[in-house]
Each structure stands twice: as structure tokens, then as C-alpha cells.
């Protein structure tokens, strides 16, 4: 996550990653959270690599109080229509969020074992992912095609296909949406257009696919050996 993450307090353990009640807080905080705040990032001045870096804060200051997660700025920023909104480019699932705020609730237990176990696990491991809340739709990337004629956006799920016309005086544009296609649950991160502008990729969590870009029909999906969000095409 930008900006923030969470202060820590308490030292009650937990033993599993996974549990029938879903996912435990501290592999929550790992898959959304770790990415931003390394000593390559630390965005927000946030460090989240040892448990001392994560008490010690960042810019914003503590995000929450251990026991009292209502009112709390880091549980706010999860929800749907928050503005700073966390993570910038996914939502979490609402059992995701209530999980974090009874973890909060209870006084935040850590377990450093868990959290150093967490850091080896794979990249690869399994995901399921849940369709983007319908009121939340960021476009996170564009492509404009090589004549120029064309403009595609990934807005939330979707990639939306504008058509582009100049106006009478020619001093301005228009864009017209002729069409979109979902190419799966998770956000669109990124787009490119072939050279001769006859098909369009699009990226999102470990998958690519290709579309014709005039039928808009899925020509390919490339999923193997991929990892993490695909956040950049050429």
C-alpha cells in the first residue's frame, strides 16, 4: 500500500496463513501492503520488513490505535470509495477488511515466525480472485492506436474501445465509446497496441491477452509463468 500501512502492538500468536475463516491479517498485509514499503520504495517513508520498522511508522504517523480499528484512517482507505484508497491498484475483499478490523480490534497480535514465513512463500501460489466492486473503476492505463484513430482505456475490469474524431475547427476531439470487453475479474493495469494496429494487449494479475482490435474478439490469453500484477506492456 502507498502512503501508509499500520502500526503493531501486542504479542498473542496465530498459526496458520489460511483458515476456514479466511485469510489471517499478517498474509493480507504481506499480499497488499509489503510491495510499497521495502527499502527500494518506502513509499510514505512506511518500512514494513521487520516488525520494529512497521511500529516505527511514516509520514502519515500511526494508522490506527491497537483495540479501537472504528474510526481508524488505515481501515477507511480499504473500502470501495476512499479517497486515498488501499491498495492504489485493487480492493479487498469484504471479508479481507473485516478481518483486518477484528485483528485491530484485538490488539493487533503478531507473529514474527508467520510474518518470516509469509516473505519466503512463492509469488505463484494460488488466488482467487472476486469481480471489482461495480462503483469502483479506475483507469489505471491507455493506449492510443498508431493511426491515432483510436484511444483504449482500462477502466476497472474493462477495456473500453473510444473512437476519436477532431472537430469542425479542428482545434479539439471527441471521443466516442464504440464498445469494451472484460477480460477477467481484476483490474486492467496495462495496454499496448501492435505496431500495425491490428490487435490490442491488455495486462492484468498474471494474465495477458490479446483482442483484434477491430471485432474486439479475444485472439489469445497468456497466463504461464506469470507473476503479480502486469503493470507495464510494450
Given at each position: 500500500?502507498?502512503l ?20 489471517h491479517?499478517?498474509a493480507i498485509l ?15 517513508g512506511?518500512?514494513m ?7 516505527a ?43 483486518l ?10 507473529d514474527e ?10 509469488l ?19 493506449a ?10 482500462g477502466?476497472g ?15 479539439s ?10 477480460p477477467?475479474?481484476d ?12 490487435w490490442?494487449?491488455?495486462g492484468?494479475f ?6 483484434n ?15 503479480g ?5 510494450a
Amino acid at each position: 500500500m502507498a502512503l501508509l500501512c499500520l502500526g503493531v502492538s501486542g504479542h498473542g500468536s496465530v498459526s496458520a496463513a489460511e483458515s476456514s475463516d479466511g485469510p489471517h491479517p499478517l498474509a493480507i498485509l504481506q499480499r497488499n501492503c509489503l510491495r510499497c514499503h521495502t527499502e527500494e520504495k518506502r513509499k510514505g517513508g512506511l518500512l514494513m520488513t521487520s516488525r520494529e520498522a512497521i511500529l516505527a511508522g511514516g509520514e502519515s504517523g500511526p494508522s490506527f490505535e491497537p483495540g479501537h480499528s472504528g474510526g481508524s484512517f488505515f481501515i477507511e482507505t480499504l473500502f470501495p470509495d476512499a479517497d486515498p484508497h488501499m491498495p492504489p491498484k485493487g480492493q479487498l475483499k469484504p471479508n479481507e477488511i473485516a478481518a483486518l478490523e477484528h485483528w485491530i480490534d484485538s490488539g493487533a497480535p503478531w507473529d514474527e515466525a508467520l510474518w518470516k514465513q509469509l516473505r519466503l512463500s512463492p509469488l505463484d501460489g494460488p488466488v482467487t480472485l472476486t469481480h471489482l466492486p461495480t462503483a469502483y473503476q479506475p483507469v489505471f492505463s491507455v493506449a492510443l492506436s498508431p493511426d491515432g484513430k483510436t484511444l483504449v482505456a482500462g477502466r476497472g475490469s474493462r477495456i473500453e474501445w473510444l473512437s476519436i474524431s477532431d472537430s469542425e475547427d479542428g482545434k479539439s476531439a471527441t471521443f466516442q465509446p464504440v464498445g469494451n470487453v472484460e477480460p477477467g475479474p481484476d483490474s486492467v493495469q496495462s495496454l499496448a497496441w501492435s505496431p500495425d494496429g491490428q490487435w490490442v494487449a491488455a495486462g492484468s494479475f498474471r494474465r495477458i491477452t490479446l483482442w483484434n482490435a477491430a471485432s474486439r474478439e479475444k485472439l489469445a490469453e497468456i497466463t504461464a509463468d506469470l507473476k503479480g500484477r502486469l503493470s507495464a506492456l510494450a
